[in-house]
């Protein structure tokens, strides 16, 4: 079970994601609004489910086919700073 600190740091690393995310639609070249993107989806998963101690792994693997231990790879890989 996260503790409230990596609950907070997950979340932080979810915004910090989603503004880096979005700063290529503010340009003048911007892609259309929305594109379906499987690591979108996971965030949204993982933030939805964030106050409850994250997704439980029967809504992972039915939404991505992934067990809990590669979809939290997987979240952290695309959570990056890169």
Do not use: C, N
């Not at 939805?48 to 029967?58: N, R």
Request: no cysteine.
């Amino acid at each position: 079970m996260p503790t409230p600190h990596s609950r907070s740091r997950l979340a932080q690393r979810i915004r910090q994601y989603q503004q880096a995310r979005d700063a290529p639609r503010r340009t003048p070249h911007a892609p259309p609004p929305y594109v379906y993107s499987e690591i979108d989806e996971m965030i949204r998963l993982a933030e939805m489910w964030l106050p409850f101690g994250g997704p439980p792994e029967e809504e992972i693997f039915t939404r991505f086919g992934l067990t809990r231990h590669a979809f939290q790879a997987r979240l952290e890989k695309a959570l990056t700073i890169r």
